[in-house]
């Protein structure tokens, strides 16, 4: 087996999630990538060592004697590799922004990855919208945050990898004594004529303001202009008590004084959520970070979209491609 300059050791971790599967589908799962990807990370292995590694057959995938050969070196590699990013702080604690206190999406997958993970620290953080917490996970100042990846900058996204978790329906949050405070749930019709509060203004969460223009265009429903920005949730319930606009929210948002939530239906519009990392994020901890998000989406059925859901049209593509 001729020996290579220099191997990458991405297609080291690849050939040995594989042989120790001894199956594409099921390694590709572990590894959080599309089949094809891994099936081309072995491929190109292969190619770099000029031998052949697994034998492949409709039924079975088997090692090689190169293969054979080849695993206990690779296996080595990569713990020498874990070994020094460890070494040099990725045993720190992982930060993960969970937006605001209160939001279930985030703080469930958070709760489940410390079980998963207990020798490792994972630390909530809460910075409001997914745009402002991009800035920090670019910086290095976060390391994971959930949102809506489609509603990101082009140069933010060009530097951030997202994994899809949740189709997550939307509500309305309104005055208890408004006229369509009576209602199980609101038709989005019923909202034409109002200003919808949308977080317009926020330099944070512009992700959101798009997802409500983008919901409310063609249907006579306002994004309401922008506040003074509201730091905290008590400030926030007070501003929204003075000004008495709707709310554009999630279903699990954090209950507030004098108001009830409605879900908003005909159709169900939907908050596409993504779990947001900056590219080349290596911690053992964010591995249960996001086989954590995995495991409660299969459970829960978060990214089963009911035939009356709504998502822009922004938001399809990169919400069915999962990296």
């Known amino acids: 087996m001729p020996a290579p300059a220099h191997l990458d050791p991405r297609l ?4 040995v999630t594989v042989a120790e599967e001894l199956h594409f589908t099921r390694a590709a799962a572990r590894m959080y990538l599309a089949q094809q990807a891994l099936s081309r990370d072995v491929r190109r292995l292969e190619r770099e060592l000029g031998a052949e590694l697994f034998v492949r057959t409709t ?5 090689t004697a190169d293969g054979e050969r080849l695993l206990p070196h690779a296996r080595r590699v990569l713990d020498a590799q874990d070994d020094l990013l460890a070494a040099f702080g990725q045993a720190r604690p992982l930060l993960v922004d969970l937006n605001s206190p209160g939001l279930a999406t985030g703080r469930r997958v958070l ?11 994972l630390m909530a953080r809460y910075e409001s919208g997914l745009t402002g917490a991009a800035a920090e996970l670019l910086a290095g100042r976060l390391d994971a945050s959930f949102g809506r990846f489609a509603g990101l900058a082009p140069a933010l996204r060009a530097g951030l990898a997202h994994q899809p978790v949740r189709y997550e329906p939307m509500a309305v949050v309104l005055p208890e004594d408004h006229p369509l405070a009576s209602l199980e749930a609101v038709p989005l019709a019923a909202l034409a004529g109002e200003s919808v509060y949308a977080g317009a203004g926020n330099p944070r969460t512009p992700e959101w303001t798009d997802l409500a223009h983008r919901l409310f265009e063609g249907r006579g429903i306002r994004v309401a ?15 929204m008590a003075k000004t008495r606009n709707p709310i554009l929210t999630v279903v699990d948002f954090p209950a507030m004084p004098r108001t ?31 086989r954590a998000a995995t495991e409660i989406a299969l459970a829960e059925g978060w ?8 998502i822009p049209d922004t938001d399809e593509s990169v919400m069915s491609v999962h990296k």
């Open 111 to 121: 709760y489940r990855a410390r079980e998963l993970a207990p020798d490792c620290e």
């Open 303 to 310: 990214l089963d979209r009911p035939a009356e859901g709504w």
């Open 225 to 239: 202009s922008p506040l003074p920005l509201a730091v905290g949730g008590e400030e926030f319930e007070r501003i």
């Open 260 to 290: 009830v939530q409605r879900p908003l239906v005909d159709p169900v519009p939907l908050s596409p959520v993504s779990l947001v990392w900056r590219k080349g994020l290596v911690h053992p901890g964010f591995d249960a970070l996001r």
């Open 59 to 63: 039924r079975q995938v088997t090692l």
């Open 12 to 15: 080291l971790r690849a050939f």
